[in-house]
Each structure stands twice: as C-alpha cells, then as structure tokens.
C-alpha cells in the first residue's frame, strides 16, 4: 500500500541525446607469437559533435590477430603501422624520461 507524501518529488525531464558515433575505449593487440594472436576492440556510444561519451553499453569485438591480418587488408596495414612507429615511439619515451 503506498502511503502519500506530503512533499512530492517532481523531476525534471531530461532531453533526449543521440550517439551517431563510436569511441573506441580500449584496442589491444596480444600477439605472443608468430602463430598466437588476439586483437580486441571495446566501443561504447559517442557524440563527435559534443564530445560526450556514453554511459552506455560497451560492444567488444574479439579475433584472431594474424587470422584477421591475413584476411582484412586494413588490419595489415595497420598492424604494420603499428610496428613501424615502435622505434619511433621508444625514442620519444626515452626524450620524455630524459626530460623529467
């Protein structure tokens, strides 16, 4: 049985808010060996125009790292961007931890 309140609660309606895009929130990839590999992808709900990201539902997309590499011309171009910017990237660490 409800009982009345003297002071009732009124809360304010909350505009609607539209999430045309994705923002990835975490991208490994785990490559142990030359045969072993998972690339992982975790994506939530996203507003480019706002910048606000979803509390939303998170949607993972989990492979085969060298499976997919082999059979998605994207994914090998990326994997070897990834691997061609690691002597790069060392570098910069090393400036950074020199400069500190």
């Keep these: 049985m409800a009982i009345t309140n003297k002071s009732p609660l009124t809360v304010p309606a909350i505009a609607a808010k539209e999430y045309p895009h994705i923002w990835l929130r975490t991208i490994k990839v ?41 059979n998605v011309p994207e994914v090998a171009l990326a994997m070897g961007a990834i691997f061609a910017a690691v002597p790069a990237l060392e570098k910069w660490v090393a400036e950074q931890e020199e400069a500190e």
């Design 30 to 70: 785990l490559t142990p060996s030359a045969e072993r590999g998972t690339i992982e992808i975790q994506s939530r709900p996203y507003n480019g125009e706002t910048g606000e990201i979803a509390d939303g539902p998170t949607e993972t997309i989990s492979c085969s790292a060298w499976e997919a590499a082999a």
